[in-house]
């Protein structure tokens, strides 16, 4: 069965569908690179959810979003929506570090995913997801 619809989903494609629609159209190390990275987030968080958001960007998200995958010509984007919160031991944020919440790890063509650390980091991004939803929200003082 050939399968139609377009990039932004209006055939009805669900996420996965359309992440595995842009890995195959990149056709080059991008593509190897954002498949490799989307297995080991999988592996990491077997629950994980993807989806499709903002015309294009494949994310992945428990309990919150944990992180994107943008593809760049010459670099792969993972950008960890709370990763300012996050301990990275290894050293893999490279990208967006000056930031108060998001950080990035940029990948390019050739560069060794430390897939432990990765996951590792994956891991604790839904650690953190999950304890955020955990905790009620503490209220803010009214100022008279």
Request: hydrophobic share 35%; with cysteine; net charge neutral.
């Amino acid at each position: 069965m050939k399968k139609s619809g377009s990039m932004e989903g209006e055939g009805g494609d669900t996420p996965s569908q359309l992440i595995d629609a842009r890995i195959n159209e990149l056709s080059d190390w991008r593509g190897e690179t954002l498949a490799r990275v989307r297995t080991l987030i999988k592996q990491a968080d077997p629950e994980v959810v993807e989806e499709w958001k903002w015309r294009g960007v494949p994310v992945w998200e428990h309990a919150g979003i944990i992180c994107t995958g943008e593809t760049y010509k010459n670099v792969v984007k993972m950008t960890f929506a709370k990763g300012a919160s996050l301990e990275d031991p290894s050293g893999l944020f490279n990208s967006s570090l000056e930031g108060n919440t998001r950080r990035a790890i940029d990948i390019h063509e050739g560069d060794k995913i430390d897939e432990e650390a990765l996951k590792a980091l994956i891991r604790a991004a839904v650690a953190l997801n999950m304890s955020v939803r955990a905790t009620p929200r503490s209220q803010k003082p009214k100022s008279a």
